[in-house]
């Protein structure tokens, strides 16, 4: 889908536009008075989850977004987070709020950073904050076909499963520009249900490096995943059994990666090896 860059000049007497997501634990309600901006807010704002067209009175969050002189401006509970040009920079502005409020009110799920994706009805989670090259890895093992769980965020029960985070993943061109893709760009499909979680590679990308990677402890693979959650340990100690579980039937490994078309050709080769 091709944005506008730079701003759509709109009359401000436009009617709102809006739908509202449920999505673990929040009630979303996103609007807009920009009739151009509203298909690509309900093609890329959590896809997965089914859209309610009438307002409840329930929502807890409500995301909006107007056109005002020459820019778009973006509010979440009507407070002002960014006012932006075009309309790419309204989608990444818009995952980004709703990152941070659906992820700290997490209950029965807590996050890792990782790119999360399944084979074999099973999760290879690849833990890493940004810029750690996750999506770019798992947009290569979805063109193999992987099922994508998330490219920012794996959501784990108290199972120790792996659960869909349903947004678009979040792809860098050559001057570092951040756009939205679905699955389907690349011939795959969000999974829907949860999955036990297979393989944990915590791999770290070196330019022109060859594959690198040794069999880590799960005690180990444990530490990983703490070290990239979100959630304080004070606040959400139930998280440490949740990852526990996790790890307890899944291969563990650490180590470096090259290119990802290598490093996803090596991914593959370990997760079929016996």
């Known amino acids: 889908m091709a944005f506008q860059e730079g701003f759509l000049a709109i009359s401000t ?43 409840s009175s329930t929502e807890n969050v409500v995301v909006r977004i107007d056109g005002i002189a020459d820019s778009y401006r973006v509010t979440v509970d009507n407070i002002e987070t960014a006012s932006i040009c075009d309309q790419r920079e309204v989608i990444l502005s818009v995952l980004e709020a709703l990152d941070e409020t659906i992820v700290y009110r997490l209950q029965t799920l807590k996050a890792v950073h990782a790119g999360a994706v399944v084979f074999a009805d099973r999760a290879i989670l690849i833990p890493g904050r940004t810029h750690a090259g996750k999506s770019s890895m798992v947009a290569e093992l979805l063109r193999r076909g992987g099922k994508l769980l998330s490219d920012e965020y794996a959501l784990i029960d108290g199972k120790g499963r792996a659960h869909s985070y349903p947004r678009p993943l979040l792809l860098r061109d050559s001057h570092l520009r951040q756009s939205p893709a679905l699955p389907s760009d690349f011939g795959s499909e969000f999974a829907s249900e949860p999955v036990r ?36 340990m004070a606040g959400s100690p139930e998280m440490v059994d949740s990852f526990l579980h996790a790890v307890a039937g899944a291969q563990c490994f650490g180590g470096y990666r090259g290119d990802v078309e290598q490093g996803a050709d090596q991914i593959l080769q370990l997760i079929s090896a016996p």
């Open 13 to 55: 007497m436009q009617p709102t536009l809006e739908f509202e997501i449920q999505a673990y634990g929040c009630s979303i309600r996103i609007e807009t008075g920009c009739p151009e901006l509203y298909d690509a807010l309900d093609r890329y704002i959590l896809p997965l989850l089914p859209r309610n067209g009438a307002p």
């Open 197 to 232: 979680v297979g393989w944990i590679l915590a791999l770290e990308y070196r330019p022109g490096s060859n594959w690198e990677v040794r069999s880590v402890p799960q005690s180990e693979a444990l530490m990983i995943l703490l070290k990239n959650t979100p959630h304080s």
